[in-house]
């Protein structure tokens, strides 16, 4: 069970060759800015087509090159909170919310989309628009429209890098509170590594388009696989 990915992509004269898997627990995607870490999710999520691979989940293969399979984004069962929120400014809390589920049945949507409303403390803001709420009550929008379809993964892309640090902090409770409610499995792609040794379960460690290293925070911190992973886990920030 979890996730298992391998994903090979040339761009831009950029080559991205990765492999590692995730149980039921939050995983960090950490290193520098271009490293691939992006990419990875937005591959996983079947926005960015590898040249090779393998994205499965919970047995269930959403792409193999070999074999010719290739699921469409919105059939495979992942959430995503892009680092923009992409959410948009010509609709309200719920319509925003209920975007995120165009697979599901109108009545089933309407009622799912009030439960995520509950739940991510929205009540009340339904006919707000964008504008019209805070960054917070934005980000809890994100998150509800990425976990209306109930996925198995939840994928998020530095939704907290433009946030001042007050609200971070809050945001990074926030996610663990998700994780416990739903139960989820997370994957979120950082580089600053207060946010990475706050909330990892699990370090994935980028450098160049590869892993670097796999462990959990202790692991990757006493015993760094190389002097570019000892810099990287010796940087509050990059």
Not at 120 to 134: M, P, V
């Amino acid at each position: 069970m979890g996730l298992s990915v391998s994903l090979k992509k040339k761009v831009n004269g950029f080559t991205l060759d990765v492999a590692w898997e995730i149980e039921d627990e939050l995983a960090v995607l950490f290193g520098y800015s271009g490293s691939g870490k992006s990419l990875t999710l937005q591959m996983i999520a079947g926005l960015i087509r590898p040249d090779e691979g393998i994205v499965r989940s919970n047995s269930k293969t959403y792409f193999n090159s070999s074999a010719g399979i290739d699921t469409p984004p919105w059939v495979r069962s992942f959430g995503y909170v892009f680092q923009d929120l992409a959410l948009f400014p010509h609709m309200t809390v719920l319509r925003n919310i209920i975007f995120g589920a165009p697979e599901i049945p109108k009545d089933e949507k309407v009622s799912r989309a009030k439960e995520m409303i509950e739940a991510f403390k929205l009540k009340g803001l339904e006919d707000r628009y964008l504008s019209e709420i805070s960054g917070g009550q934005k980000q809890r929008v994100a998150f509800a429209r990425a976990l209306i379809r109930q996925p198995e993964v939840l994928l998020l892309d530095e939704p907290f890098s433009a946030l001042d640090h007050p609200l971070r902090l809050e945001m990074r409770r926030f996610l663990q509170e998700v994780r416990e409610r739903f139960a989820i499995s997370v994957i979120l792609v950082t580089h600053d590594f207060d946010e990475a040794s706050s909330l990892a379960d699990k370090l994935i460690v980028y450098s160049h388009g590869k892993v670097a290293q796999v462990g959990s925070l202790q692991e990757v911190m006493n015993q760094p696989s190389s002097t570019e992973v000892q810099m990287l886990v010796n940087t509050k920030k990059l």
